[in-house]
């Protein structure tokens, strides 16, 4: 994959997150359930194995040419740990069924599962152990965690989550207890399997989802808390969710990158970030969908032209999932005007 | 009597600061004058209103205006009686959660619609079979549908394919993550309208009960 003179792509990814410049523009395309359709496996199946997941990862790379293998799977494989379930379709992402909390009371019992107890887990574990001995250090794998603040989301339901956050802090903080010594286990294990970097998803602390006063109570203790003790590189993901009006907060938690919101001024954010922490985003992934190869090309030149210059930029989508529904034409026109436009110096840019 | 504006205003207020009681208090004044049910088309549909429009603007979180819409629910469910489910004659409503078990959309309408009293069918979160039936049972005119991802909103076509089958009009209104961020989705699924924030829907529904072509 290497060319004289270019980067590895984990050379190119680690100077982007040191803020520089590499020889060009890191691409991060957010693949999941994609690789079910390049295995031609339904999304069910391609998910119930580790080794699905680690070639289909494989052979996308090899595919598009892009610089990351992404060992997320789905969100509820973590909530299936805690008891949850997880229903399937044949055309998008495995979603939560029921949550497995049906009331606030039962955070008074519980406790946090182990991963090597964990099959939906132990999967992941198995993706990136196979991953790590076929790519070695030459590309980054991305692992995610979802966020200890986040997870109650799923764990109990958004609705009844935001209700327990703003009128039951003694139990909030209990359920905090249990779920950041969870979250650190199982990103400290991805990280043991050959994980090079971990995602820490927390879109709930947006100020999409709760003001910052709130979250400067809450989220904000609870990431550099877990961050800390997770050690390593990580990186912030706001899952589509804005970040300006805390981006100066979240260059406390520890993290080395952060997601910018595909509603979100990228210009305004590359500003407030430049020298400070480095960037990955910002694509709609629905609008995706709708692009030609030619719209591909306009879009990664529009993204480029705000957030390249001076390095510290990593383009991706804004959701850490790229749809099911985008295809493989768009994804290949993407990866090339990234290869065409990207290559630093951005002359064209003059 | 306060002035319109200083009344709003605080009602405001007491709404983002999550209280309560300054929000029963300001609905149950006694040196108010207005009938319980202006006071909720003056001072409760305004105020969840503009709390939508400022999230889409980035200027409040999605807690808050859930947890106003709450807040609002319970304190109108208090002062006025309630028809949970459409009777007689009107815009027949319904409230669904298609293909997905994450209800906070759906809730947030719901609490939108009963603190402005407009009454509807709760169908929870089902299947696109299932709600054409039921709407043809309930003899719905206007369904609202609520979704999260991508998949579940584009289920809203079988919805529409289903109640074209029907031989009467069935007006579809859609909302949720997806449709706000591709603003042309809700046309490509055969929805007649979308809504970018819960409160919007308020207006919605009294503009279809009026008969107004969207």
Not at chain 1, 31 to 39: F, K, M, P
Not at chain 1, 192 to 203: H, L, M, N, R
Not at chain 1, 251 to 256: A, D, E, F, N
Not at chain 2, 135 to 153: H, K, P, Q, R
Request: hydrophobic fraction near 40%; charge should be negative.
């Amino acid at each position: 994959m290497k060319r004289a003179g270019s980067m590895t792509s984990m050379e190119r990814v680690m100077a982007a997150l040191s803020l520089k410049e590499p020889d060009r523009v890191p691409w991060f395309p957010l693949l999941t359930t994609t690789g079910a359709r390049e295995l031609g496996l339904t999304i069910k199946e391609y998910f119930s194995k580790g080794v699905n997941v680690a070639e289909g990862q494989l052979r996308m790379r090899a595919k598009y040419g892009h610089d990351c293998l992404y060992a997320f799977f789905y969100a509820s494989a973590e909530v299936e740990a805690w008891g949850g379930e997880t229903t399937y379709s044949d055309d998008g992402p495995p979603n939560c069924g029921i949550p497995p909390l049906s009331s606030s009371e039962e955070i008074l019992s519980l406790h946090p599962p182990l991963v090597r107890e964990s099959p939906s887990l132990l999967k992941t574990l198995d993706a990136i152990g196979i991953m790590k001995a076929d790519i070695g250090d030459e590309v980054p794998i991305l692992s995610v965690v979802i966020s200890p603040f986040s997870l109650p989301a799923m764990q109990m339901g958004l609705e009844s989550y935001i209700e327990l956050l703003c009128e039951r802090p003694e139990l909030f903080a209990r359920l905090m207890e249990i779920n950041e010594e969870f979250a650190v286990e199982w990103a400290r294990a991805q990280i043991e399997a050959g994980s090079t970097a971990i995602i820490y998803f927390d879109p709930i602390s947006s100020p999409t989802i709760i003001p910052r006063e709130l979250y400067l109570k809450t989220g904000f203790p609870v990431a550099r808390r877990t961050i800390s003790k997770i050690g390593g590189t990580a990186a912030m993901h706001f899952a589509s969710g804005r970040c300006i009006p805390i981006l100066e907060d979240v260059l406390k938690t520890g993290v080395g990158a952060v997601s910018a919101g595909c509603e979100e001024d990228l210009g305004e954010l590359k500003r407030l970030a430049a020298g400070k922490i480095a960037l990955v985003g910002n694509f709609n992934g629905l609008e995706m969908r709708r692009w030609s190869p030619t719209r591909a090309e306009e879009e990664v030149k529009k993204v480029l032209a705000v957030a390249a210059p001076g390095g510290g930029f990593i383009l991706s989508d804004s959701h850490g999932e790229i749809p099911w529904l985008v295809t493989d034409e768009v994804l290949h026109a993407t990866g090339e005007a990234v290869r065409k436009w990207g290559s630093y110096p951005l002359g064209w840019l003059s | 009597m306060k002035d319109k504006e200083k009344r709003s205003g605080e009602f405001e207020a007491a709404l983002i600061a999550l209280n309560r009681l300054e929000v029963a208090r300001l609905l149950t004044d006694e040196s108010d004058e207005r009938d319980v049910m202006l006071r909720v088309e003056q001072d409760v549909v305004p105020a969840m209103e503009r709390l939508g429009r400022l999230w889409e603007g980035g200027k409040v979180s999605l807690s808050q205006v859930y947890m106003s819409g709450r807040i609002c629910e319970e304190v109108v469910l208090r002062l006025l009686p309630q028809h949970s489910t459409p009777s007689g004659g009107g815009v027949r409503t319904a409230l669904a959660v298609l293909e997905d078990r994450h209800m906070l959309g759906k809730r947030m309408v719901a609490a939108s619609l009963t603190a402005s009293g407009h009454p509807f069918f709760d169908y929870g979160s089902t299947d696109a079979d299932t709600l054409v039936s039921r709407i043809e049972s309930d003899g719905v005119d206007l369904l609202l549908v609520s979704t999260l991802m991508l998949n579940s909103a584009l289920r809203v076509r079988k919805v529409r394919e289903g109640l074209d089958r029907l031989k009467r009009p069935v007006r579809i209104v859609v909302g949720g993550a997806p449709f706000r961020l591709e603003p042309e989705l809700w046309r490509e699924t055969g929805a007649d309208a979308m809504c970018r924030n819960a409160s919007e829907v308020v207006s919605i529904v009294e503009s279809f009960s009026r008969g107004d072509q969207r």
